[in-house]
């Protein structure tokens, strides 16, 4: 079905004119809804989502009209290396694609499937105040409030820590696509090899180390098709160990910590309304090893606190962090209720 799909690039500038694009992808049809955004995580690209299965979120939502545009924010790795965070994301970013989308479609509202790191810089964006036009947000996995597993709080409390002076980056496709550059990446490399032996693919062992605890961490085998297994060893890329001490503290925080570099997001962010009037539907798996599903339950809550009714909650059983989109059962058991939410947003 992906096949049959046209893409066109447009390109956009951040707010502090770096080169960022969006994937505008269409079906042989003319879209009859709006325009909705699909953010992906960090280390990874807007390819993410058009795995190679037979019906794609992508295809799911361009077949109920929606007009599909992929967001590739700082974190792709199909632009220029960069040490970012969170922060850059939310004030320089999202906000800009946005407003690219506005400007090429005429419409007045976006509405967005946002996952991981693009949740939660999409979501302290929102917070924030800085995406108004944004009347309908479906996040998956996490969003304002990381809960992680014991071993990952090892990592990025303990080990992140010593890494980070020896390390700028780290790669899944060390060893595998991508040769490690010294002794540090390739102890790193040789420690995940001799650890995780969960399968023969180098760059799933070292997803699996380098964003959660499980073996494998952001998916179940058995949820994903022997195809889609092997093309992931090639979407995945680097990612600054910026992000993870700016993830550490904010999962010893209990929320997301914003850098203090910006006004637009201060550090006390949380302690007030979200200042969106966007419905938000929160989406996770039970079996979820990157973010716990407490992550969602506590972003729910605390919506729910200051706006009451607003906003959804759903954990699919038998799913966990990314086979939400790259699982061979995705159409069958999760794009339906991203649908669902869409569409019953926009009446």
Not at 15 to 22: K, S, V
Request: net charge neutral.
């Amino acid at each position: 079905m992906t096949a049959a799909l046209d893409t066109e690039v447009v390109a956009f500038r951040a707010g502090d004119g770096m080169e960022l694009n969006l994937h505008h992808v269409r079906g042989p049809r003319e879209p009859w809804r709006g325009p909705v955004v699909l953010v992906p995580g960090a280390g990874v690209r807007a390819n993410l989502f058009r795995v190679p299965e037979r019906v794609t979120v992508v295809d799911r939502l361009i077949e109920a009209g929606w007009d599909v545009w992929l967001e590739n924010w700082r974190a792709s790795i199909d632009l220029p290396r960069n040490e970012w965070n969170l922060d850059q994301a939310a004030v320089w970013d999202h906000p800009y694609a946005v407003r690219k989308i506005l400007e090429r479609t005429g419409s007045g509202t976006v509405k967005a499937v946002i996952h991981c790191q693009g949740s939660s810089s999409f979501a302290l964006s929102a917070a924030a105040g800085l995406l108004p036009q944004v009347d309908t947000i479906v996040s998956n996995s996490m969003s304002l409030h990381p809960v992680v597993a014991r071993w990952s709080r090892v990592k990025l409390f303990w080990l992140v820590p010593r890494v980070a002076p020896l390390l700028r980056y780290l790669d899944p496709r060390w060893g595998d696509t991508v040769s490690p550059p010294g002794w540090a990446a390739r102890a790193l490399v040789a420690m995940v090899n001799a650890t995780h032996r969960e399968c023969d693919n180098g760059p799933c062992r070292m997803i699996s180390f380098t964003y959660g605890a499980g073996r494998p961490a952001l998916w179940s085998h058995e949820n994903l098709s022997e195809r889609t297994h092997d093309w992931l060893r090639h979407e995945f890329g680097s990612v600054p160990l910026t992000f993870f001490t700016q993830m550490a503290a904010s999962v010893a925080a209990g929320q997301l910590v914003p850098t203090g570099v910006f006004d637009e997001l201060p550090p006390d962010l949380l302690d007030h309304p979200p200042r969106t009037d966007a419905r938000i539907a929160l989406i996770t798996g039970t079996e979820n090893r990157c973010f716990l599903p407490a992550s969602q339950q506590r972003t729910f809550d605390y919506l729910e606190a200051h706006r009451p009714g607003r906003q959804t909650l759903r954990v699919i059983p038998g799913y966990g962090h990314l086979d939400m989109f790259m699982g061979r059962y995705a159409d069958r058991d999760v794009f339906g209720h991203i649908a669902d939410e869409l569409t019953g947003a926009s009446g």
